[in-house]
């Protein structure tokens, strides 16, 4: 059984910053992929950055210099650094993991809300 279990959101005055965490627990270390998403009501889920194992992480556009990934494999912990933020930073963030093991596993957190008001 893997969980990823998540903390860190809360509610910020614009500009100011939040660090989520993502803890894996269960049959996975080290995952290949671990990545963040977000989603607004009403809207799709949309990848926020992801950082793979080995290689280059990825930002969305929107995000860009403000926000930060990182993982701490020792840990099986992913980060997501949140500075400089705006109020349509507002929205539900996600961890997400992908894994492959003869095939391709996916798992999801429980979802931490991120609301940027003054």
């Known amino acids: 059984q893997v969980q990823l279990v998540e903390s860190g959101g809360g509610l910020v005055q614009p500009g100011g910053s939040l660090r989520l965490s993502c803890a894996v627990s269960?049959?996975?270390?080290?995952?290949?992929?671990m990545a963040w998403y977000r989603q607004v009501p009403g809207k799709q889920r949309e990848l926020v950055a992801t950082m793979p194992s080995v290689g280059n992480t990825n930002y969305a556009n929107s995000v860009k210099g403000r926000f930060t990934i990182s993982r701490d494999d020792a840990k099986n912990t992913v980060y997501l650094q949140m500075n400089s933020l705006k109020p349509e930073d507002t929205a539900v963030y996600y961890c997400?993991?992908?894994?492959?093991?003869?095939?391709?596993?996916?798992?999801w957190g429980q979802g931490t809300q991120v609301t940027v008001s003054s």
């Open positions: 269960g049959s996975i270390f080290r995952p290949n992929t």
């Open positions: 997400n993991v992908r894994h492959f093991r003869s095939r391709w596993y996916e798992y």
